[in-house]
């Protein structure tokens, strides 16, 4: 008797999600907040520190948190389910609503962890592809939700790693066709011209099946927290407390989003210069033998046009930058993405960019 004993045999397929992380001086390959958060929250946060009783365990229904976050958003604190990260969330809802013969409808290329969290909780897959542009091509949405009949669909927006945000429009067009639930992960939504949230907090048609999920991790420079949240009908989020570990969320997390959202103006004074150098690095790449695409988040994605992505990778990694490497990703052969980082970090990219690829430009 004895041996290892064998796991799921669904998971001998799965690897885990991961993003290399080396010594570099230029990080531009997680999506992160290049900028530290203001220093008076830090500020704000030790002092906070000194009044929880660590001896205790933290509020399980995370009160206050919810409903700062209900009041930045206009909506009943009911409505507000938290986590740790935005993965925490999703998982929350596919172990509230997934399961052995149910599937979700992802379409590709898309943020990988929709459907890496769904086949961990024996859920069913079935993938579309986006149209040239990475938009979705709402024929090929209605074939596959018509023909699959998904428990879950999920919408990246901004999408991720290909950057563009869809429109209030095509959302309510999804929602519509689509019989379960609509989780639109808006992780980068606040660089975004519009927000899904806007149909949910009118009351929509479908409203009552739409889940829009956020994090701190990016424009609240708070990935080192993680901290995510969903905002959905109370139903959604009475199903995601059921399957929840008990005192899932700690309290100096709570504490942290909670004095976060007194600091909304330096949330948007990052988004604005975020969004400003990821125009000026967008035009820099259009004077480069590179193809890339519009983005409404923190990251572009590009393919070189004359190099293996894979090459160029090794040279910015040479000179000290680092990127993520897309190329073997559904749909992106050739493809690299950049996070947006500050001026000095966008300038040393561009210029080791620029001599991987031999441009004068």
């Given amino acids: 008797m004895g041996g290892p004993v064998p796991q799921r045999r669904d998971l001998s397929v799965l ?3 991961h993003s290399p992380q ?3 001086e230029v990080r531009l390959n997680t999506n992160e907040s290049p900028l530290p958060p203001p220093p008076q929250w830090l500020d704000e946060l030790r002092a906070e520190l000194g ?5 205790r365990y933290p509020d399980r229904d995370v009160t206050e948190l919810r409903a700062d976050i209900a009041a930045f958003h206009d909506v009943d604190p009911a409505q507000v389910f938290c986590a740790n990260g935005s993965n925490e969330v999703l998982q929350c809802l596919l172990l509230a609503y997934g399961g052995a013969g149910r599937v979700v409808a992802v379409f590709e290329p898309t943020y990988a962890l929709h459907s890496h969290i769904a086949a961990l909780t024996a859920t069913g897959v079935v993938r579309g592809w986006r149209g040239p542009d990475h938009h979705l091509d709402l024929d090929v949405v209605d074939r596959v939700v018509d023909e699959s009949q998904p428990i879950v669909t999920f919408l990246c927006s901004p999408n991720n790693p290909t950057g563009g945000a869809e429109t209030p429009q095509t959302v309510a067009h999804v929602l519509e066709r689509a019989p379960g639930l609509v989780v639109v992960d808006e992780a980068y939504g606040q660089f975004a011209p519009t927000s899904a949230l806007e149909l949910l907090r009118s009351g929509a ?3 009552d099946r739409l889940v829009v999920v956020r994090t701190f991790s990016k424009t609240w420079s ?3 927290c993680r901290l995510g949240y969903l905002i959905a ?7 995601c407390r059921a399957v929840v570990l008990p ?3 700690d309290a100096i997390t709570q504490a942290a989003g909670r004095l976060a959202l007194r600091h909304v103006g330096a949330m948007e004074e990052r988004v604005a210069l975020i969004t400003e150098e990821r125009g000026r690095v967008a035009a820099a790449l259009g004077e480069m033998a590179v193809e890339s695409w519009p983005s409404d988040a923190n990251f572009l994605l590009l393919r070189p046009t004359a190099r293996a992505a894979t090459d160029v990778w090794h040279d910015l990694l040479d000179a000290s930058v680092l990127v993520r490497d897309c190329s073997s990703w559904p749909g992106l052969d050739n493809c690299l993405r950049v996070t947006v980082g500050t001026p000095v970090e966008n300038d040393r990219f561009l210029a080791a960019l620029r001599s991987s690829l031999g441009s004068s430009a």
């Fill in 233 to 239: 009908d109370r139903d959604v989020v009475d199903g």
């Fill in 222 to 224: 708070m990935a080192a």
């Fill in 51 to 55: 009044r929880i009783d660590f001896n």
């Fill in 247 to 249: 005192y899932h969320l």
């Fill in 22 to 24: 080396v010594d570099v």
């Fill in 205 to 207: 048609p479908g409203a």
């Fill in 15 to 17: 690897s885990g999600y």
